[in-house]
């Protein structure tokens, strides 16, 4: 019998505390009144349902890295271990998958992704393009060959316009009859025509939703550009153009899960939900709609989104949503913070002023004692906070707010985590191992392109624009890195594929250039064995998963990955584009059956 199997039991024991925290359908009651899963395998359970065999089998199990076999029953691994070992496991109806050398690893863990918002935003005419002429080249051909409805789109970059940003007057000669709603690559922004604004009713004397922070960019007259920059303006247009309706919705989220499987995610955070109505967290039923119909191909974490004051019913809202979303594969409890917004739009918040713009630092949208009551209250709450934070000034202000609150509250096992972490001042960068704050990156941003490097430049200056994303520093204070696409938002190349990032982590390049210049710093690249355990591990541990998925071990359930190669024995140049051939949830295959 395997190793991992005469431990089996012991280990069941040790995590059905965090497994218990999936909770819903098919879970029994234990005595602390949460739940676990009813069929919790043993060593006892004898045949497995499913036995992978003969492939290299990444574990992420520091005590027993690598197998050759692995066994699946029901919803669990039974075993891991060698291929002998493992066949003993093998029944008259087992389905024997042969790996023939492939590798098997844990399903990726999504840390920070918007599959919602991505299914909305992303539908149209595909603006991913070198430049402006081009961008607008695609949405005249797109508007001709759609000649109904709103003309949209996703994609577009700074970097295609001065510095004030798009106009609705190059939209306005080729759409002017109907509303044209573009959003853009880091989905921060939307760039519209002059018949959006109308009918959103934005006019010269709109007040700005937060100013200086959400806002209409505006002419030297008053009048709006048609460049709308952060959430709250921008959803403001998007909800009196198309409305965000469950129906559209559960079709949109519908039409991407399988190609989310099919990328070998098994496990996502939602860091983010538009509201449906009134009600700022009713399209999270949208997941545990297609989790009753069968079709959701992952687990959920979701988070209920502050993006401005007033904070007064934040913390009651997450644990309101907590208490609301318990089931099988659809959790939530997580109070997602806006601190700041991008750098391109100039707000993201600073310590120093921008290069380009000396006079201003950005802006949170919060004030320092917003943020400490944010976060104090919600620790107390036995709620874990994630922290949207490009500058560095939010990333002081939310590590001090986090300190604050283990100051004030009780002990407990915190889970706190910042994201994206874009630059972070050096006196900081300690301060996440001290606090046991998970530092929450997308690999997938961390290469030199126009983003990182021509716009970054122009916003920050050449001394902190060569300091960016710097995994490595934060690893070195024995903190946990966590990885997720931000899909659909991006500073230059927008997926949602974990295989993307984990390559651009471990080269800092442009995939498909193996000659792609470097971004500096460059000895912040991650080792493989660094950006899969952020990919998988890491990532299950934010969102307090770890106990139940992450990592390939007898009693943990069966969310696993197939790869055609072993991406230990290929060129690093060569991880995004090795196929996913089976993608395996809750002892299901959710691709490549």
Known sequence: ??????????????????????GGAGSAARADGRTGPADSASASDGVATVVFRRGAVYTLDPSSPWAEAVA???????????????????????RVVELDGRMLLPGFVEAHIHPIVGAFFTP?????????????????????????????????????????????????????DRPAVLFSIDAHSAWVNSMALEIAGVTSETPDPVPGFSFYQ???????????????????????????????????????????????????????MPPEGNDPDGLATVYTDLERQ??????????????????????????????????????????????????????????????????????SPFSEDDWRRLVVDADAADIDVHVHAIGDRTV???????????????????????????????????????????????????????????????????????????????????????????????????????????????TRQLIGRPDAPILEPADQRLDLAQALHAATLGAARQLRLDGAVGSVQAGKLADLVVLRRNLFDVSATDIASTPV??????GTFTHGA
């Open 1 to 22: 019998m395997c190793t991992n199997c005469q431990l089996m039991a012991a280990f069941e024991e040790n995590t059905v505390s965090s497994i218990g925290e999936l």
């Open 72 to 94: 699946v029953r029901g919803r669990h691994i039974v075993a891991v271990g060698s291929n002998a070992e493992v066949s003993a496991r093998i029944g008259p109806a087992t």
């Open 294 to 363: 069968g079709r959701l191909p992952f687990r959920v974490v979701v988070s209920h989104i502050v993006k401005a004051p007033p904070i007064d019913d934040a913390v009651a809202r997450t644990v309101a949503l907590r208490q609301r979303f318990a089931t099988e594969l659809v959790r939530g409890g997580v109070l997602k913070i806006i601190g700041d917004g991008t750098a391109e739009g100039h707000t993201a918040y600073l310590l120093a002023p921008y290069a380009d713009k000396p006079d201003s630092i950005g802006q």
């Open 581 to 586: 051939d089976m993608t395996m949830m809750n």
């Open 218 to 272: 505006r002419d030297p007259a008053g009048h709006p550009t048609g460049y709308v920059l952060e959430l709250p303006a921008v959803l403001g247009i998007v909800g009196a153009i198309e409305p965000v309706t469950k129906a559209a919705m559960t079709t949109l989220l519908a039409d991407w899960a399988p190609r989310a499987a099919a990328a070998g995610i098994t496990a996502v955070f939602d860091a983010g």
């Open 124 to 176: 149209g005419v595909d603006l991913q393009l070198p430049s402006r002429s081009d961008a607008l080249a695609a949405i005249s051909a797109y508007a001709r060959d759609n000649p109904s409805g709103t003309v949209r789109g996703f994609g577009w970059r700074v970097d295609m316009f001065p510095p004030d940003g798009p106009s609705r007057n190059d939209l306005d000669r080729i759409v002017p």
């Open 396 to 506: 002081r202000v939310a590590l001090d707010a986090i300190e604050a609150a283990i100051k004030t509250n009780p002990p407990r096992e915190r889970r706190h985590s910042i994201a994206h972490l874009v630059y972070v001042d050096d006196t900081d960068v300690p301060r996440f191992g001290e606090l046991g704050v998970i530092a929450q990156f997308s690999g997938n941003w961390m290469s030199a392109d126009p983003s990182t490097v021509d716009i970054a430049l122009e916003r920050y200056g050449p001394r902190r624009q060569q300091r960016f994303f710097r995994p490595r520093a934060v690893l070195e204070t024995g903190a946990t890195i966590a990885f997720g696409t931000d899909w659909p938002a991006a500073g230059y190349f927008s997926t949602y594929k974990p295989l993307d990032a984990v390559q651009i982590a471990v």
